[in-house]
């Protein structure tokens, strides 16, 4: 009869007792174990640091958010503030202190108050302060929408 060598193979480890080494359960155990308290720390370590990148990134995108909200809404209150005084008591510094807070904010004005501000600046140039008053306070409730929608 005919063997294979794979059956030839099996047969010899058979007859001479089994030459692969017998792994102690306890042992192989304990190596998982070590190697698991070993990496777990690490994974972990690594996993919180990248969600502690993303929230800090998160918080200074919230920061600048801030900051460019406070910012525009000085540059709004600096406007109103100054062409008021022009409109109730035109001299000349209110008229320059307007005159440096006009384009500081139409600079950060949304297009639907530009024409507003800029017919307001072309009437209190000509000296039409009632029609003037009538723009700035539409003007001055469409800023308050504008800034508590954001």
Same mark, same amino acid.
């Given at each position: /009869? $005919?063997?294979?060598?794979?059956?030839?193979?099996? #047969?010899?480890?058979?007859?001479?007792?089994?030459?692969?080494?017998?792994?102690?359960?306890?042992?192989?155990?304990?190596?998982? $174990? &070590? *190697?698991? +308290?070993?990496?777990?720390?690490?994974?972990?370590?690594?996993?919180?640091?990248?969600?502690?990148?993303?929230?800090?990134?998160?918080?200074?995108?919230?920061?600048?958010?801030?900051?460019?909200?406070?910012? =525009?809404?000085?540059?709004?209150?600096?406007?109103?503030?100054? #062409?008021?005084?022009?409109?109730?008591? +035109?001299? &000349?510094? &209110?008229?320059?202190?307007?005159?440096?807070?006009?384009?500081?904010?139409? /600079?950060?004005?949304?297009?639907?108050?530009?024409?507003? /501000?800029?017919?307001?600046?072309?009437? /209190? $140039?000509?000296? =039409?302060?009632?029609?003037?008053? +009538?723009?700035?306070?539409? *003007?001055?409730?469409?800023?308050? +929408?504008?800034? =508590?929608?954001?």
């Amino acid at each position: /009869m $005919l063997y294979s060598s794979y059956q030839r193979f099996h #047969a010899e480890i058979y007859l001479r007792g089994s030459d692969v080494p017998n792994i102690d359960l306890t042992i192989s155990i304990s190596v998982i $174990l &070590a *190697l698991c +308290a070993i990496v777990s720390p690490i994974i972990t370590c690594i996993i919180n640091n990248i969600h502690q990148t993303k929230i800090r990134k998160m918080e200074l995108k919230r920061q600048e958010y801030v900051e460019t909200i406070i910012h =525009q809404r000085e540059f709004f209150e600096n406007y109103l503030k100054h #062409a008021g005084r022009c409109i109730y008591y +035109a001299d &000349a510094d &209110a008229l320059k202190d307007y005159g440096e807070h006009y384009y500081s904010a139409l /600079m950060y004005a949304p297009e639907d108050l530009k024409s507003d /501000m800029v017919e307001a600046n072309r009437l /209190m $140039l000509n000296d =039409q302060w009632e029609d003037a008053s +009538a723009i700035i306070e539409k *003007l001055s409730t469409k800023i308050h +929408a504008i800034l =508590q929608t954001k």
